[in-house]
């Protein structure tokens, strides 16, 4: 599968340039930590002195591939399965990945399209603020070569490029773990300027069936943010549906059991399982889903 060659590039090159004990190329500010997903937990877990405040090292973001890319992908294709049928009915597929990273909403499509034998036109445009991710996204450009599918991506800052950039005929819209890095990078008083410039420059301009996915953390830090943009959508006179799903992990309280449990929080992919064991690949899916109709 395509995914499983995406993994299979970046764990290459990772074990030319990094270790389980030291990258060779680290670029720590005080000294490598001791893998790349010790980096990692620095920027999910910790905001200490000299500690990581994001993914500024393509090395981590190859890590954060191997680990996370099945159940991110996962979270997708599980999101695309509610509205299936009514994907199938689309002339063509325009998807528009916001936070785009690996692309896992990508492979969840190309998956999607394989099993439901969808033929008709694809294209998909990523936006991603952070540049560490080229290389991954040209080895996905060229892994999708002899397919139907259109990929572009854009490097820009979509606080900015929303002000003015307007995307006609998108019908697919994902924030995939978008708001959650928001808030965490500081700029979470940006984010209802944002989701206007979004709602006037995309959502607006959207094809009259069109579906909004937002995917992100179980924690009211990016949970509560969720109805702000189906707010401003309806208040600028579109008519919305939405669509509220959890996955059931741990200890999840009365406020994470927002909508409808899915039947189950395992990940659709079988990893190999050297990948698995050197990366603690995640196995199960823990995010909360609104899937936004508009019309």
């Not at 074990?15 to 790349?36: F, L, M, T, W």
């Not at 560490?132 to 979509?158: G, M, P, R, S």
């Not at 490029?161 to 700029?187: E, P």
């Not at 309280?253 to 039947?263: S, T």
Request: aromatic share 14%; proline share 1%; hydrophobic share 30%.
């Amino acid at each position: 599968m395509k995914i499983d060659k995406l993994v299979q590039f970046c764990d290459s090159d990772l074990k030319v340039y990094a270790s389980e004990q030291v990258c060779r190329d680290c670029n720590h500010g005080i000294e490598c930590p001791g893998n790349c997903g010790k980096c990692i937990d620095q920027v999910h877990l910790s905001r200490g002195v000299n500690e990581r405040q994001d993914y500024d090292c393509p090395y981590m973001l190859e890590y954060y591939v191997c680990r996370y890319i099945y159940a991110y992908t996962s979270e997708i294709e599980d999101c695309l399965k509610i509205i299936g049928d009514k994907v199938m009915d689309l002339e063509h597929i325009h998807m528009l990945s916001i936070g785009s990273g690996s692309s896992p909403d990508l492979y969840a499509l190309w998956r999607f399209h394989k099993k439901e034998g969808h033929s008709k036109p694809i294209s998909y445009i990523g936006f991603e603020h952070n540049e560490h991710w080229k290389d991954i996204n040209e080895k996905t450009k060229e892994l999708f070569i002899n397919t139907n599918f259109k990929i572009q991506y854009f490097y820009e800052d979509v606080f900015e490029t929303f002000k003015s950039k307007i995307l006609n005929k998108t019908n697919i819209l994902v924030l995939q773990y978008i708001l959650s890095h928001i808030v965490y990078n500081g700029r979470e008083s940006e984010i209802t300027e944002f989701f206007n410039n979004l709602v006037e420059k995309v959502v607006l301009k959207m094809e009259s069936r069109a579906f909004i996915i937002i995917n992100d953390i179980n924690h009211y830090l990016a949970r509560d943010k969720f109805e702000i943009l189906e707010n401003i959508i309806e208040n600028n006179g579109k008519s919305i549906r939405v669509h509220k799903y959890y996955y059931l992990f741990k200890d999840l309280n009365c406020y994470q059991r927002d909508g409808i449990e899915h039947n189950s929080n395992y990940i659709n992919y079988r990893v190999n399982s050297e990948i698995s064991s050197y990366y603690d690949t995640r196995n199960d899916c823990r995010s909360i889903q609104h899937i936004i109709e508009v019309f």
